[in-house]
């Protein structure tokens, strides 16, 4: 049977599950390619766990597959990619 190349995406929140979708590699996918994966919350200021999980199945003949978190804060226009200063790792 053939199968579309396909891209699935989780998300999770302070362990708790905000999605779960599921999105076909565009054909012929011979360059690169863009899905979008689109999950919202309603957040306070403050620090917050997430975790994210991705899994593609690789199309033939595509030279290049990527992923990006984007994040869009409350002064954000758009869409932004997540910088370092995003970002806190602490020790457990």
Not at 14 to 23: H, L
Not at 71 to 88: E, H, T, V, Y
Request: overall charge positive.
């Amino acid at each position: 049977m053939f199968r579309s190349p396909t891209c699935i995406a989780s998300v999770w929140l302070e362990d708790r599950p905000i999605g779960s979708k599921r999105a076909e590699i565009p054909m012929p996918a011979r360059e690169e390619k863009t899905v979008s994966m689109l999950y919202g919350a309603d957040l306070k200021p403050g620090l917050y766990k997430l975790r994210a999980w991705l899994a593609c199945t690789p199309p033939r003949d595509l030279r290049r597959l990527n992923a990006e978190l984007r994040i869009k804060g409350p002064n954000d226009m758009n869409l932004r990619a997540i910088s370092d200063a995003d970002l806190l790792h602490q020790e457990k």
